[in-house]
C-alpha cells in the first residue's frame, strides 16, 4: 500500500486523516479505502468465531459508502450501537429505515433464514434488518436529510424496531491458501457480516400465500 518511491512521504500522505468526520460526515460503519481486508481471526464480536476482519483505520483514505466495515458492522448488532454515529441506542429510541416485514416462514422458504431457531414459529412477522442496526431517531432524520440515495429510494419505511430480536451470522466457506493458490488446509465456515431479525408481535396467518418481496437492500 505504501509508496514505492519516498515511501516515507508517500505513506504519511496515504495516512494523512480525512477531514470528512466519522460518525458525523460519514456513517460511523463505513468501510474506508485504507482499511483492507486482512484475513480470518478468532474475533470478540462473534464471540471468538473465525470472522472476516479488516484493518481499523476509519478516517483515513476515501469512505466507501456502499460498503460496511466487517468488524464496525458486527458490533453495531451485537452491541445495539448506532451504524450512523457509533453511539449506543437504546430501547425505545431504536428505529430502522429499510428492513421488511417478512413472516419467518417466507424468510425460511427464500433461504434468508439459516440458523434461524425453531422456536419461530413460521407465522411469526420477522422484521429483517438485513445487515443494518436500528439507528436513534435523530441519526435516521441526519441521514435522509443528507443521503441521496436514501432519499430517493422507495424502500425507505422508518419503523420501530422490536424489543426482541435475533441475530444470524452469514458465513461463507474459507480455506488457508498457499502462494501457488493451493489449499493449505480444510475449510472452515467463516463469519462475515451479522444479519439482524427483530421479532415483532404479529403473526401472519396465511404466510403460505405470501410472496417474497424482492432483496435488493441498500446498504448505509
Ligand atoms: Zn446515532
Not at 463469519?191 to 432483496?215: M, N
Request: aromatic share 4%; net charge positive.
Amino acid at each position: 500500500m505504501s509508496g514505492m518511491r519516498g515511501g516515507a512521504v508517500t505513506g504519511a500522505w496515504l495516512m494523512e486523516k480525512s477531514r470528512l468526520e466519522v460518525g458525523v460526515d460519514v456513517p460511523w460503519v463505513t468501510s474506508w479505502t485504507e482499511e483492507p481486508v486482512i484475513g480470518v481471526r478468532p474475533c470478540p464480536t462473534v464471540g471468538g468465531r473465525p470472522a472476516l476482519v479488516q484493518k481499523d483505520a476509519a478516517g483515513f483514505g476515501r469512505p466507501q459508502y456502499s460498503q460496511n466495515h466487517l468488524v464496525r458492522q458486527r458490533q453495531t448488532v451485537r452491541g445495539m450501537l448506532c451504524p450512523m454515529c457509533g453511539r449506543p441506542t437504546d430501547a425505545g429510541d431504536r428505529w430502522t429505515q429499510v428492513a421488511r416485514r417478512t413472516p419467518a416462514g417466507l424468510l425460511r422458504r427464500t433461504g434468508k433464514a439459516a440458523g434461524l431457531s425453531r422456536e419461530i414459529e413460521d407465522r411469526r412477522v420477522l422484521l429483517d434488518a438485513g445487515s443494518i442496526a436500528p439507528l436513534h431517531k435523530a441519526c435516521v432524520e441526519r441521514s435522509l436529510q443528507h443521503c441521496p440515495h436514501l432519499r430517493t429510494d422507495p424502500n425507505v419505511n422508518v419503523m420501530p424496531f422490536p424489543a426482541r430480536w435475533t441475530i444470524l451470522p452469514l458465513l461463507i466457506e474459507a480455506a488457508p491458501m498457499l502462494e501457488t493458490g493451493a489449499m493449505a488446509g480444510a475449510a472452515v465456515l467463516v463469519v462475515t457480516f451479522l444479519q439482524l431479525v427483530g421479532i415483532t408481535d404479529s403473526t401472519d396467518r396465511d404466510w403460505r400465500f405470501r410472496k417474497a418481496p424482492p432483496r435488493d437492500q441498500p446498504a448505509g
